[in-house]
């Protein structure tokens, strides 16, 4: 086996891993929502990703299920069809290449601020932590071509956020791999949630800028280093 396989083999097992981790923190139901990760190849060919592929319920997933394509969103390998949402990953891929995992689920929380095109406020250390600032909305979107691709990137090109709450539709979550980009799907429901219950007990209190960005700071470049 070739590097290049071994790589793609070794992406295929990691995702069957993450997605469950996607059930396990409650932010996908049945056949929804997927992850996905690029590949960067030593011999220079070009980048590709996997990704699961279109109606495959969680628990029927294999490594050999994954399926890869390239930044076109086009399938170069797998027997099966890619998720929906595959040329918008592919779009991010392509215009954003720091980012090198894309996770997207429809947890409840944080859905429901998209459904009313709400942004997630910085009312909580946690927030300011892992997200530098509000988790923002992205414009509505319909799935199916690279619309929902260019909403992250325009949405998310500078900005400090890892997560992006698509309006109407759930969020999007990228990393500089998957198990970031996991890993900031799981928090933004979490804080989601905190968020939404705060509101229904009374008016949350701001965190002032500068605290934001000496907790930010910390956590990304000190905590668990």
Same mark, same amino acid.
């Given at each position: 086996?070739?590097?290049?396989?071994?790589?793609?083999?070794?992406?295929?097992?990691?995702?069957?891993?993450?997605?469950? @981790?996607?059930?396990r923190?409650?932010?996908?139901?049945?056949?929804?929502g997927n992850?996905?990760?690029?590949?960067? /190849?030593?011999? &220079?060919?070009?980048?590709?990703?996997?990704?699961?592929?279109?109606?495959?319920?969680?628990?029927?997933?294999?490594? @050999?299920?994954?399926?890869?394509?390239?930044? !076109?969103?086009?399938?170069? #390998?797998? !027997?099966?069809?890619?998720?929906?949402?595959?040329?918008?990953?592919?779009?991010?891929?392509?215009?954003?290449? @720091?980012?090198?995992?894309?996770? *997207?689920? *429809?947890?409840?929380?944080?859905?429901?601020?998209?459904?009313?095109?709400?942004?997630?406020?910085?009312?909580?250390?946690?927030?300011?932590?892992? /997200? &530098?600032?509000?988790?923002?909305?992205?414009?509505?979107?319909?799935?199916?071509?690279?619309?929902?691709?260019?909403?992250?990137? #325009?949405?998310?090109?500078? *900005?400090?956020?890892?997560?992006?709450?698509? #309006?109407? *539709?759930?969020?999007f979550?990228?990393?500089?791999?998957?198990?970031a980009?996991?890993?900031?799907?799981?928090?933004? @429901?979490d804080?989601?949630?905190?968020? /939404?219950?705060?509101? #229904?007990? &009374?008016?949350?209190?701001?965190?002032?800028?500068?605290?934001?960005?000496?907790?930010?700071?910390?956590?990304?470049?000190?905590? &668990?280093?």
């Amino acid at each position: 086996m070739s590097k290049k396989e071994k790589l793609i083999a070794k992406t295929q097992k990691l995702l069957v891993d993450l997605h469950q @981790e996607l059930v396990r923190y409650e932010l996908v139901v049945w056949t929804s929502g997927n992850v996905s990760q690029r590949m960067k /190849f030593d011999d &220079g060919s070009p980048d590709l990703f996997a990704i699961k592929p279109s109606g495959v319920r969680y628990e029927d997933l294999t490594a @050999e299920s994954m399926v890869i394509c390239d930044l !076109d969103g086009n399938l170069v #390998q797998g !027997d099966l069809s890619p998720s929906s949402d595959t040329a918008a990953h592919a779009y991010v891929y392509k215009n954003m290449p @720091e980012v090198n995992g894309v996770v *997207h689920t *429809h947890s409840n929380y944080a859905c429901a601020w998209a459904a009313i095109g709400k942004e997630i406020p910085c009312i909580l250390t946690a927030i300011a932590d892992e /997200f &530098g600032g509000p988790i923002p909305v992205g414009p509505f979107a319909i799935i199916g071509d690279d619309s929902i691709g260019r909403g992250i990137v #325009q949405t998310l090109s500078g *900005h400090r956020s890892r997560a992006i709450l698509m #309006q109407n *539709h759930g969020v999007f979550a990228i990393g500089p791999d998957a198990t970031a980009a996991v890993k900031a799907a799981v928090m933004c @429901e979490d804080n989601a949630k905190s968020a /939404f219950i705060a509101l #229904q007990l &009374g008016t949350p209190i701001p965190i002032p800028q500068a605290a934001i960005e000496s907790l930010f700071n910390r956590y990304q470049s000190v905590y &668990g280093k």
